[in-house]
């Protein structure tokens, strides 16, 4: 069906709307917080490192067709080294869901060497009326606010976390990539304690000091995005990007 696809459309890769809904059911909102992917380790692999993305990659091989697919940061869980990783560096992920998206890089790049896999952070936006919306760092500082509850962050968790618009309108330019792995958002050198109350100030919630709880374990997900930058594609900073986000609404003065 993807082949078929393909040649009514030319060069577009378009993914049926059928198999784009199978992959989300698996990787919606806390599928690799919560441990569904274990649970549905199975399935996640057959539509994650076997199915879809590998369909694509042949289908795209043999049409001559660009393929631009979606990685994880996930694929750096367990790493020790500190400070913004590379893409270069060897890597054993230590939950179930980076080692599935590290097997489907592997597996895609094997079928398409041409392809583009971009590394994603965790991303957010503002709610839209009538639009579902995922669970997202502004979202769930608003949501504890609402209801007077704290959030537990711990000062030696590092990630990125990306304003999603910004990393929509990078994905024209990232098309013309050459093929490979690439880490893809917003850098961030701070700690997530630290990046979450940068947020809850920026959002001018209350009593801030109370929204959240610092408890103590340690993660480092921050991705170097230097490759990315060689090719002129840039992101906002953590820091920088929700001001992005609250300018594109129109209230970053309220």
Known sequence: QVCDRLRRDGVRLMLPMQLRSAALDVTDVDYMETGAAVQFADLA??????????RLARAAAQ???????????????????????????????ANVYGRQKLEMEQRTLDA????????????????????????????????ATMYGKKLCFSNRDYRGITYVRQAVENLVPAANLPGGVYN??????????????????VLRLPDVDNLIEAVDWQR???????????????????????????????????
């Not at 692999?45 to 590998?54: E, F």
């Not at 631009?68 to 996930?74: A, E, L, N, R």
């Not at 170097?224 to 953590?238: A, H, P, V």
Request: glycine letters at 12%; hydrophobic letters at 35%.
């Open 184 to 201: 893809y958002g917003s850098e961030n050198r701070e700690d997530m304690v630290t990046t979450a109350l940068a947020f809850a100030e």
């Open 112 to 143: 398409c060497p041409d392809t583009v896999l971009l590394r994603a952070t965790w991303m957010y936006d503002l709610p839209s009326y009538g639009l579902p919306i995922r669970g997202n760092l502004p979202l769930n500082l608003i949501k």
């Open 45 to 54: 692999v057959v539509l994650g490192g076997d199915g879809t993305m590998l």
């Open 220 to 254: 480092n997900l921050a991705m170097d995005c230097g490759k990315l930058r060689g090719y002129g594609i840039r992101f906002d900073t953590t820091q920088e990007g929700i001001y992005h986000c609250l300018n594109d609404y129109g209230v970053a003065d309220l």
């Open 63 to 93: 049409r001559g067709a660009k393929l631009v697919g979606f990685s994880s940061d996930q694929v750096y869980a367990g790493v020790q080294q500190p400070g913004s990783l590379p893409e270069t560096m060897e890597l054993s992920p």
